[in-house]
């Protein structure tokens, strides 16, 4: 994920030389830094404030690597899923979205935003056990630091919501999950309560929203910034497929994998004998078959429909 923020952001460098789509020439905006799935730009015009220009692209990352084939309509699925959460989550917490009066190129995947001070940090819930969680349950009995009960498995649902945090890598390193004490080390303690605080009642409200419509939200990541005047704001995107984990109520079932909203296509067949690759080389991954790319956005596209109720036009 892009900050769309100064503080974090290598502006003299362009890490996207492996993607699959060049960011676009925009008029009145100049890219200046590229992530995983979002590009960046700032004004043309230095005196027309403080704002960032975050596109949403149709890339798609998996195993640290960007993918050479996109997901047709994936960041216009991402964008209005943000919007519509950063609409239910206002009276929780303020966010960076200022406009989405963009230029026609990246209309309909890409916002104006207020540049913040970003807290160098994923917040992450979860509400469920699984990925690097359940690999640090297994390994300790905890998670970031926070002890787990014995016996868990899985996909199993924990006895309350926990923060997990990680610090934010760079494209094409691994996040890594730290604990609340270096969090505050970091940032300092009041900010860092602050943080764990929001992100666990943001995390709470949306898992019952989901709830709600058949879906389990079993975790998610956050990113939260400051204002000039020190006011907290949540940036970046909010619960989407790429950064959050949501599974279909109705297929639950802890002990194994769970079925998900997201890029499980892209992995199961990266993993697959069908694609040839060796995770553990240094040769990066092949392109996606037609089926895969079909799959894949219709599982978006679904995910953003069966949260929102509302249907998707491309």
């Not at 639950?252 to 769970?258: V, Y």
Request: net charge negative; proline share 9%.
């Amino acid at each position: 994920m892009v900050s769309a923020h100064a503080s974090r952001l290598p502006w003299n460098t362009n890490p996207v030389s492996d993607h699959s789509t060049q960011p676009p020439t925009l008029p009145g905006w100049t890219h200046v830094y590229s992530g995983k799935v979002r590009d960046l730009y700032e004004p043309s015009d230095s005196s027309a404030g403080d704002r960032v220009l975050v596109v949403a692209s149709d890339r798609i990352s998996a195993y640290d690597h960007v993918l050479p084939t996109p997901i047709p309509d994936k960041g216009a699925v991402l964008t209005a899923l943000s919007m519509w959460w950063f609409e239910k989550l206002e009276p929780l917490v303020a966010n960076h979205v200022v406009s989405l009066d963009v230029p026609d190129a990246v209309r309909g995947r890409a916002m104006i935003c207020r540049r913040l001070q970003m807290y160098p940090v994923e917040c992450v819930a979860r509400g469920y056990l699984t990925g690097s969680g359940l690999s640090e349950y297994r390994a300790g009995g905890a998670v970031c630091g926070v002890p787990l009960p014995e016996g868990l498995t899985d996909g199993s649902r924990l006895p309350e919501p926990i923060f997990t945090p990680a610090t934010k890598a760079e494209v094409g390193e691994h996040d890594e999950n730290v604990s609340f004490a270096e969090v505050a080390a970091r940032i300092g303690a009041d900010a860092a309560t602050r943080l764990r605080e929001v992100t666990l009642e943001i995390y709470s409200f949306a898992e019952r929203t989901a709830a709600e419509r058949g879906v389990i939200l079993a975790d998610t990541k956050l990113e939260f910034g400051t204002t000039p005047d020190g006011a907290l704001v949540l940036g970046d995107e909010v619960l989407t497929p790429d950064s959050s984990r949501y599974w279909p109520a109705d297929q639950w079932q802890p002990g194994r994998a769970q079925p998900s909203f997201d890029k499980q296509f892209v992995r199961d067949w990266l993993t697959s004998p069908g694609s040839g690759w060796d995770r553990a080389s240094d040769t990066p991954p092949p392109p996606l078959p037609d089926d895969v790319v079909t799959r894949t956005r219709d599982r978006y596209v679904e995910a953003y429909e069966r949260l929102t109720g509302r249907t998707f036009h491309a």
